[in-house]
T-cell receptor, first 110, second 115 residues
Framework: AQSVSQHNHHVILSEAASLELGCNYS??????LFWYVQYPGQHLQLLLKYFSGDPLVKGIKGFEAEFIKSKFSFNLRKPSVQWSDTAEYFC????????FGAGTTVTVRA | NAGVTQTPKFQVLKTGQSMTLQCAQD?????MYWYRQDPGMGLRLIYY???????DKGEVPNGYNVSRLNKREFSLRLESAAPSQTSVYFCASSETGGNSGNTIYFGEGSWLTVV
């Protein structure tokens, strides 16, 4: 089964700063990639997903992610964060089941 | 459209007690899943059901059993709760497996504490 590594455990930013969260998975082949967000006290919501085609994927709320097959990576980015982006972010990879990374807590200071 | 509904939302159990977490989805999805979420460990798959009538073990099945009662419902049972099972449990569903382009939708979570 896949293992998923998220590079940062906790990221603290100021509003308007740019955000990049790293995600790597353990092996290649055909995989499907997701980023989920969990706002405080809420359930997981899908931010974006990649299955095929353009490796630069646009998601909701201004997020995007780039799939780099040669690096087994799927990094999440947002050019300018807002206080409301404070949440926990999970990268997930599906081959025969959905495997999650440990999550990155993002705190945006107003 | 309720999506994925889990009950109960909160539960405190004594060690050795049993309980069942209920999950239902109204999206006519074939696949359903149970995950547990623990700090610093992300979500780990307990059991999944690819279709009605089938169930399979995930990463951390020990101490749990599941029942896919029908297409809508997928329950998780703790036969003899242990403190290590204190966690937040999420039920999820998808039209088919996630490798077919289908998004996996999550319920709101069930907070379980075993004392």
């Amino acid at each position: 089964a896949q293992s998923v590594s998220q590079h940062n455990h906790h990221v603290i930013l100021s509003e308007a700063a740019s955000l990049e969260l790293g995600c790597n998975y353990s092996y290649g082949g055909t995989v499907n990639l997701f980023w989920y967000v969990q706002y405080p006290g809420q359930h997981l919501q899908l931010l974006l997903k990649y299955f095929s085609g353009d490796p630069l994927v646009k998601g909701i709320k201004g997020f995007e992610a780039e799939f780099i097959k040669s690096k087994f990576s799927f990094n999440l980015r947002k050019p300018s964060v807002q206080w409301s982006d404070t949440a926990e972010y999970f990268c997930a990879v599906y081959d025969y089941k959905l495997s999650f990374g440990a999550g990155t807590t993002v705190t945006v200071r107003a | 459209n309720a999506g994925v509904t889990q009950t109960p939302k909160f539960q405190v159990l004594k060690t050795g007690q049993s309980m069942t977490l209920q999950c239902a989805q109204d999206m006519n999805h074939n696949s359903m899943y149970w995950y547990r979420q623990d700090p610093g460990m992300g979500l780990r798959l307990i059991y999944y059901s690819a279709s009605e009538g089938t169930t399979d073990k995930g990463e951390v099945p020990n101490g749990y059993n599941v029942s896919r009662l029908n297409k809508r419902e997928f329950s998780l049972r703790l036969e003899s709760a242990a403190p290590s099972q204190t966690s937040v449990y999420f039920c999820a569903s998808s039209e088919t497996g996630g490798n077919s382009g289908n998004t996996i939708y999550f319920g709101e979570g069930s907070w379980l504490t075993v004392v």
